[in-house]
């Protein structure tokens, strides 16, 4: 089955500096790729998201970036804010068949953004 | 417009006994997903219903079980609770389709099993 490994396991940035979280899946028919921010005690919350027929896609803050032929995205937030401290979580899935919708997940990035 | 909802939010079980959380699917969406989270790791599928069908599974035991309403919503049953089952559990919605791997959550129960 389809294998997520996230990196790094903790991330610790400075306000108004950028953060990037990596993600390797081992699938290559994964074919869309979310970002989920958790905050402590919260649901996750889909940020952003990418499907494998785009290579970037950006709104606002936030970039997702995804390299099809290494089997690798990240996620990349510019001019980070204290309330960007959460644990990010990247997913893959592959659409259609009997795998359809079931995600799987990465372990899990804790960022902390200092004032 | 409401999000997806699940109740209840927290429960506290003992070994051996049987569990039933409850969810409803943001509106408009015909598909749930349901996740174990442990403390610190990420979410792992348990399983997704459709229609009323399970349609697919990941590695949970038969004593994880579902179903799903003609309103969409769902329930997972859990029996024979070991204490490993102890986690977060969350529910998924989505609108089955070309975007049907858009997973929305909800906020989760909390199952604590002594």
């Known amino acids: 089955g389809e294998n997520v490994e996230q990196h790094p396991s903790t991330l610790s940035v400075q306000e108004g500096d950028s953060a990037v979280i990596k993600c390797t899946y081992s699938d290559s028919a994964s074919n869309y790729f979310p970002w989920y921010k958790q905050e402590l005690g919260k649901r996750p919350q889909l940020i952003i998201d990418i499907r494998s027929n785009v290579g970037e896609k950006k709104d606002q803050r936030i970039a997702v970036t995804l390299n099809k032929t290494a089997k690798h995205f990240s996620l990349h937030i510019t001019e980070t804010q204290p309330e960007d401290s959460a644990v990010y979580f990247c997913a893959a899935s592959k659409g259609g068949g009997t795998s359809y919708g079931k995600l799987t997940f990465g372990q899990g990035t804790i960022l902390t953004v200092h004032p | 417009d409401a999000g997806v909802t699940q109740s209840p939010t927290h429960l506290i079980k003992t070994r051996g006994q049987q569990v039933t959380l409850r969810c409803s699917p943001k509106s408009g969406h015909d598909t749930v997903s349901w996740y174990q989270q442990a403390l610190g790791q990420g979410p792992q599928f348990i399983f997704q219903y459709y229609e009323e069908e399970e349609r697919q599974r990941g590695n949970f035991p038969d004593r994880f079980s579902g179903h799903q309403f003609p309103n969409y919503s769902s329930e997972l049953n859990v029996n024979a609770l070991l204490l490993g089952d102890s986690a977060l559990y969350l529910c998924?919605?989505?609108?089955?389709?070309?975007?049907?791997?858009?997973?929305?959550f909800g906020p989760g129960t909390r199952l604590t099993v002594l």
């Open positions: 998924a919605s989505s609108l089955s389709g070309s975007t049907g791997d858009t997973q929305y």
